[in-house]
């Protein structure tokens, strides 16, 4: 079949790599409330944040392949260039913040979740909104 210590081992990185990609985005949210950080990078962070803490995606998780590759590519290139624009200090002041924040059984991922359930919930009511008025 295959090695069983190499499929520990290789779920393990991909633990590892998805908990760094948590914690980075969580530093990103940090960061885009830090009053050091250019306004530009404050509008890309939060699209990045919210995109990664979405429900929603721009391809649906049950498509095969694809559906999560929009994850493993957006993300990662939107923290990719967020770190380009967001002072190194800030970051590194952020990433210490979110290491010390994101510990197992701590309620910061649920409450992401639901401001961007609300948030979600508030653009589909104005859509709806929208549309009545329109017909």
Avoid: N
């Avoid at 995606?57 to 999560?68: A, E, K, N, Q, R």
Wanted: proline share 7%; net charge positive; aromatic share 8%.
């Amino acid at each position: 079949m295959g090695d069983p210590e190499y499929t520990t081992k290789q779920k393990r990185r991909w633990r590892d790599r998805a908990e760094a990609l948590r914690r980075e985005t969580y530093a990103l949210y940090l960061a885009y409330r830090d009053p050091r950080t250019p306004w530009y990078a404050k509008v890309l962070a939060v699209c990045v944040v919210a995109y990664a803490a979405s429900p929603i995606d721009l391809i649906p998780d049950f498509i095969p392949f694809l559906g999560y590759a929009d994850d493993l590519v957006i993300v990662p290139l939107g923290i990719a260039l967020c770190l380009k624009l967001v002072p190194g200090e800030v970051m590194d002041e952020c990433r210490g913040r979110a290491r010390e924040e994101l510990v197992p059984g701590s309620r910061v991922g649920r409450v992401a979740a639901v401001i961007v359930v609300g948030i979600w919930l508030v653009a589909l009511a104005l859509l709806a909104l929208l549309l009545v008025k329109v017909l």
